[in-house]
């Protein structure tokens, strides 16, 4: 498993609960990281865990984060702690004839390792376009980019994809032999995450074609399963 | 802010970014976790993060997790490890004329403090059946109900909702006044969870009538808005 395919296990990334639903091919993962656009971080204050939603973006082998320089990540990017970020893609509710064993449908990414602040102006730049790219394809041509105190102002925050591990559920219930004559409805509801009508800010409220167009990108994304 | 109704700010769940985004507002907080179904977990092992998407269920002022004891979270809970408990709803994509003021709107939660095993058989009972009710309301009637067996060997982990928070972002972009006249389109694109078509598993496929009923409510729950 340390082929250009996979990423090699770790320690901490070696599957224990359930590992048959693991996975640490690179395809697999980075399929679900662009699929995705909101991301869990994991931080250690004083010993206390702490986890923050946020946006993320992938280039290449690298994942992005951003926000402000006072943020608690931006302070644990500047010294270069261990950092965790897992993002959860919910594809159904499983409804078992046991209550034990109801589950979900997933596919979800782990990858942990010591985060860092980006500090040229450029690849900060490029971070910031993958950002707006990657949850709306086309709308960096289609708003004011970044000038320079915004990128100044910006805290980036990378974090190289090396320690990374999926892991995915999917089909019916698992209900035990015994159970499977018991008189209750089983099966998966699907779940997806799908955008509703677009409420315009401009007077006018047209919306341009280009406009239009990455909505259905966004749309095409996150189709009911 | 020490009153019954709002939960006490600790040193670490003082907003310190965007505060007036920040509630410490106990119905706020309670409506965010009904509404939602899934959080992800931090805890710390070997001084690094670890984030576990799980499913949860509120039972007062009290949440509960449930897993394997082999898992990491019920090592934790048997130490009386602080965890941190993070829900999120997604509400929509905020498109600003700017690059940097680009959003989303969100409603969140994050609950911090130790977290234990819960020993006796009654409130794991309770929780148990909390969770399938708050995913489906109606299922506990329609499912097998978990024997002793599978009682013992389900781990249940209780965090006391204490040190808690929520942040909320809704409404249109805050483009800066000068940015106000770019001639991009702006809004926001509303996104909600919705289910879809059932899939059975059963071979007759029919649904009754009281399955089809909380697959509704999971439905209403989840409107675009
Ligand atoms: C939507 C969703 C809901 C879930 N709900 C529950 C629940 O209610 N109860 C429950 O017990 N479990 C739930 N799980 C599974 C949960 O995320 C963990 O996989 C499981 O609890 C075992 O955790 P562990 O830390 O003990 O795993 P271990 O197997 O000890 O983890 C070791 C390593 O495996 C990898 N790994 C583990 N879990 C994941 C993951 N989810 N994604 C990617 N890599 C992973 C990581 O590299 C991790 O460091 C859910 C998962 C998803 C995606
Ligand atoms: C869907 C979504 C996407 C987001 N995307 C980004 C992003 O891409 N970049 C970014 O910088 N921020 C993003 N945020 C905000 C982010 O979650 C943090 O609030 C912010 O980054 C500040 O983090 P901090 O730890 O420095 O906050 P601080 O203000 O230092 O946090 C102190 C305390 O405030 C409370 N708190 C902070 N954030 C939250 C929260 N989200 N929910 C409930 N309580 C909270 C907690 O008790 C916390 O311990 C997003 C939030 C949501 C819900
Ligand atoms: C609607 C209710 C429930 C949902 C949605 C749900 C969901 C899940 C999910 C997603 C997992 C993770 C499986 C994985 O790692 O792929 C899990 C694990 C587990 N669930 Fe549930 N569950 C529910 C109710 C219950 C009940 C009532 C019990 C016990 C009676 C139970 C017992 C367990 C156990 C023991 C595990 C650990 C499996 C392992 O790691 O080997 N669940 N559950
Ligand atoms: C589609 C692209 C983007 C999305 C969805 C997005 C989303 C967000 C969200 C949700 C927050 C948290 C705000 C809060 O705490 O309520 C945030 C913070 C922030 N964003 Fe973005 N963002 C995007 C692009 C950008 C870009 C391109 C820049 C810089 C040029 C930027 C700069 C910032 C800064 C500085 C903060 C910190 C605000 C603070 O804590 O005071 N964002 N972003």
New interface residues.
């Given amino acids: 498993m340390t082929d250009l395919n996979h990423f090699a296990p770790s320690g ?1 990334t070696t599957f ?2 359930k590992p048959q639903r693991g996975t640490y091919d690179r395809d697999a993962i980075y399929a679900i990281l662009d699929e995705a656009f ?1 991301c ?14 946020m ?1 993320y973006a992938r280039i290449g082998d690298m994942l992005y984060l951003h ?2 320089h ?3 990540l931006a302070d644990e990017a500047r010294t270069c702690q ?5 993002v ?1 893609l ?1 594809d ?2 499983v ?6 064993h ?1 589950s ?1 449908n ?1 596919r ?1 990414v ?1 990858i ?1 390792g010591p985060c860092s602040l980006v500090k040229e102006n450029e690849e900060k730049l490029l971070a ?1 376009g993958a950002l ?1 790219e990657h ?2 394809p086309g ?2 041509a ?5 000038d320079d105190s ?1 990128i100044r102002r ?1 805290a980036i925050i990378s974090l190289p994809i090396h320690e990374a591990s999926a892991k995915i559920r999917s089909g ?2 698992e209900d035990a032999e015994e ?1 499977l004559a ?1 008189p ?19 007077p006018d409220g ?3 074609e280009r ?1 239009a167009l990455y ?1 259905r990108k ?1 749309k095409e994304r996150s189709k ?2």
Avoid: Q
Wanted: aromatic share 6%; with cysteine; proline share 12%.
């Fill in positions: 901490r224990k609960r909101l869990h971080v994991g931080f250690v204050r004083e010993k206390a865990p702490f986890v923050i939603p946006a926000g402000s006072a943020s608690r261990e950092i965790c970020v897992t959860t919910l159904g509710l409804l078992a004839r046991s209550a034990l109801h979900m997933y979800s782990m942990v910031m707006v949850i709306l709308r960096t289609d708003c004011r980019p970044p915004e910006t019916p219930p159970d018991l209750f409805w089983a099966g998966v509801v699907p779940l997806a995450f799908v955008p509703g009508m677009p409420v315009p800010d401009n047209n919306m341009p406009s909505i966004l009911v399963r």
